[in-house]
């Protein structure tokens, strides 16, 4: 045989293995999903238990870092401020590449917690912007010198220019 006759027979038997693999792996795709996974009396428990638990409304996890800030959001006489919007936008990666752009309702209580952000922003402070009809109000965190950050937040009017 000819070097040529060698290279389209190893050519033709690397297609035939490859189309043997994909459909090898089709055929126990299909098999898994048929077959389903017998559950024992402890994972029903605590599937049950976990469908009872509700996630934190006022919590806004962005899983992007160890740090967390906690807002108590009040008017200007002191009365918690329920329902309202705290927006934040975040860059941070290399080059600031990454966008982390998160909001949060204020709890009735006017509690609310950002979790998982990022250690190093790229434009730190960070600026928790606080909204609710006409009320407005801004709260700073630099995540570098304080990773575990509870403030308060005063809204008020906003000032006319």
């Not at 459909?23 to 017998?38: D, K, T, Y």
């Not at 996890?61 to 108590?72: E, W």
Request: charged residues 20%; aromatic residues 6%.
């Amino acid at each position: 045989m000819t070097r040529r006759h060698h290279s389209v027979r190893y050519l033709l038997f690397l297609v035939g293995l490859a189309l043997t693999g994909l459909l090898l792996g089709l055929l126990s795709r299909a098999e898994v999903r048929r077959a389903p996974f017998p559950q024992s009396p402890s994972a029903q428990n605590v599937r049950a238990a976990t469908a009872d638990a509700t996630p934190n409304p006022y919590l806004m996890d962005g899983a992007a870092g160890p740090c967390a800030i906690d807002l108590n959001v009040t008017d200007t006489s002191g009365k918690p401020v329920a329902t309202a919007l705290i927006k934040v936008h975040i860059a941070y990666g290399f080059g600031g590449f990454h966008k982390l752009d998160m909001s949060v309702y204020s709890s009735p209580e006017g509690k609310a917690r950002f979790t998982g952000i990022p250690a190093k922003p790229k434009n730190a402070p960070l600026e928790f912007y606080v909204s609710k009809d006409k009320l407005v109000g801004v709260a700073t965190m630099d995540p570098v010198k304080e990773c575990q950050a509870k403030h308060d937040v005063v809204m008020e009017l906003p000032k006319s220019q």
